[in-house]
């Protein structure tokens, strides 16, 4: 069974930062790709970043020049560094890891979300 386990999340003033963490452990034999979604009361979830096992990188317009993503593969974990942030950021950010299990199946696998909060 694989498990991500996020942190970070917390309320914060506009302008402020905050760094989530997603850890990924259990039985996964390879990780193609990390990554953070966000879905904010009544929107669909959307996507933030991703980066790859060949530390690709990729983010929503919304983020660029402000959120950074990054991972530390000893750890399986992925990390997200906000700054500048918005109230429309304001969102449950979701970690996301696509691999291979221990069958050579690939899989999609998600956290529980983390809440963020950016207001005065």
């Known amino acids: 069974q694989v498990q991500l386990v996020e942190s970070g999340g917390g309320l914060v003033q506009p302008g402020g930062s905050l760094r989530l963490s997603c850890a990924v452990s259990g039985s996964i034999f390879s990780i193609s790709s990390m990554g953070w979604y966000r879905q904010a009361p009544g929107k669909q979830r959307e996507l933030v970043a991703t980066i790859t096992s060949g530390d690709s990188t990729n983010y929503a317009d919304s983020v660029k020049g402000r959120f950074t993503i990054s991972k530390d593969n000893a750890k399986n974990t992925v990390y997200l560094q906000m700054v500048s942030l918005k109230p429309e950021d304001t969102a449950v950010y979701y970690c996301?890891?696509?691999?291979?299990?221990?069958?050579?199946?690939?899989?999609?696998?998600w956290g529980q979300g983390t809440q963020v909060t950016v207001s005065s």
């Open positions: 996301n890891a696509g691999g291979f299990d221990t069958t050579m199946v690939y899989r999609t696998y």
